[in-house]
């Protein structure tokens, strides 16, 4: 009896804890240099936001804007996982108005995520309907093109690869040349990319572990970086940089132990050399 009180106890702390955590977000600055690094007329500032999951959000719009209204952004990424819920799609709306009042000089993206593809056909559609109703252009292993300094930047959406909808090749089809920003929801893509060259890439799916103590024991199965100690932050493989984001939502109990939420600021240094994006 006394111990199973204790228990009891113990369980309810860390439930309150863990979802005081989910509260606490945190913004965190990335720089990525290249080889034009030095020339700071070409950096690009991108906002990065992934995993909103607004069944389990403890972030509100304002709060969000809050934290990042006196950067500068050129570009707003957000890397999938809004919502699995048809009934959430109108609490997205308010979010997708807050930032586009930070008016990026070069535009908002988006990507889709597993739990967005959990929606019937009509809410998907209903959901990438509303994204794109407020700015937001949806790559669906799609790319788009914009110039910085006279400089090509190609923004490249690969489709989420947990759920096989990922098409690399379809994703870089019409890339000659230029800077490669890829953005997509499960990093796990960045191994079946041997092929393409990339400059940087921007993904989440992982949480942080969200329940990262001990270890996140639950993310095993969860594909070959996690196997590979990589399951948030700045990584390279194959020489190339990529980063998974922590996520601003829950899935499961909106509880965090061992992990924040997390929005990003990136200042990536555009590289001045012309280089193919097919390697092969």
């Known amino acids: 009896m006394y111990i199973g009180l204790v228990i009891c106890i113990l369980f309810s702390y860390l439930f309150f804890k863990g979802y005081q955590n989910t509260q606490k977000f945190v913004v965190n600055e990335i720089t990525i240099d290249t080889d034009d690094s030095d020339n700071k007329e070409k950096v690009l500032q991108i906002l990065h936001i992934s995993d909103m999951h607004l069944e389990n959000i403890s972030v509100t719009p304002d709060r969000l804007i809050e934290s990042i209204g006196s950067y500068n952004i050129d570009i707003i990424a957000l890397t999938g996982d809004f919502l699995d819920r048809k009934r959430s799609i109108p609490k997205l709306i308010p979010y997708l108005k807050a930032l586009r009042n930070l008016q990026p000089v070069y535009g908002s993206f988006a990507v889709f995520g597993n739990h967005d593809y959990v929606l019937k056909e009509k809410n998907f559609v209903k959901l990438k309907k509303v994204l794109n109703e407020y700015g ?54 960045v191994i079946t990319i041997n092929e393409y060259r990339f400059d940087y890439l921007l993904s989440g799916h992982f949480h942080g572990g969200q329940i990262h103590w001990p270890k996140p024991y639950h993310l095993k199965k969860m594909g070959q970086l996690v196997k590979m100690n990589m399951i948030k932050g700045l990584h390279k493989i194959n020489g190339r940089p990529f980063y998974i984001s922590e996520g601003l939502g829950q899935t499961g109990f909106n509880i965090r132990i061992g992990s924040r939420p997390e929005i990003t600021i990136h200042h990536f240094a555009v590289n001045g050399k012309v280089e193919k994006a097919i390697l092969k």
Do not use: C, M, W
Request: hydrophobic letters at 30%.
């Open 136 to 189: 937001f252009q949806t790559l669906q292993n799609e790319n788009r093109q914009i110039e910085l300094d006279g400089k090509k930047i190609n923004i490249i959406g690969i489709d989420n690869y947990s759920t096989k909808h990922s098409d690399v090749k379809k994703a870089f089809t019409g890339i000659n040349q230029g800077t490669n920003l890829v953005l997509t929801h499960d990093p796990n893509v």
